[in-house]
């Protein structure tokens, strides 16, 4: 079952400590495009199932990845993609966004999502160190 868009929308401005839910939003938007490029098959789909339906379509649609891009090179991209953005607060947008993405679609998927992307992921999404067999 799919969480509301408000209420994800709420835990990301609370996570993240935003000023307005337009800022989460923003934030929301460009973190899932690009995980979406990133993460494919069922477990994207799986994923998808569990986000407000605004937050699926972006998901299920993502922006196109060359290569898998390093957590830094994925900071670096969000930055890019939000307006006013540096490096330093597109990593809080981007850890605000998939820890919360992480709390909502449980740990067997998150386990399931860090198999497919590069090593360092596990940090952004608020599971740091965990053991990845």
């Known amino acids: 079952m799919s969480m509301q868009r408000e209420a994800f929308l709420d835990q990301i401005l609370e996570r993240g400590e935003y000023a307005t839910r337009e800022e989460a939003d923003r934030a929301a938007r460009a973190v899932l495009a690009?995980?979406?490029a990133h993460v494919v098959g069922d477990v994207r789909e799986q994923v998808a199932a569990r986000l407000p339906e605004t937050f699926a379509v972006i998901l299920l649609n993502p922006l196109r990845a060359a290569?898998?891009?390093t957590p830094?090179?994925?900071?670096?991209?969000?930055?890019?993609w939000i307006a006013g953005s540096t490096e330093q607060t597109a990593t809080w947008d981007v850890s605000a966004v998939l820890s919360v993405t992480a709390d909502l679609v449980g740990e067997?998927?998150?386990?399931?999502?860090?198999?497919?992307?590069?090593?360092?992921?596990?940090l952004l999404f608020g599971r740091p160190q965990r053991a990845l067999q």
């Open 72 to 80: 830094e090179r994925f900071v670096r991209a969000t930055s890019a």
């Open 108 to 122: 067997d998927l998150v386990h399931r999502i860090l198999l497919q992307l590069p090593p360092g992921y596990d």
């Open 34 to 36: 690009l995980l979406g």
């Open 67 to 69: 290569e898998p891009l």
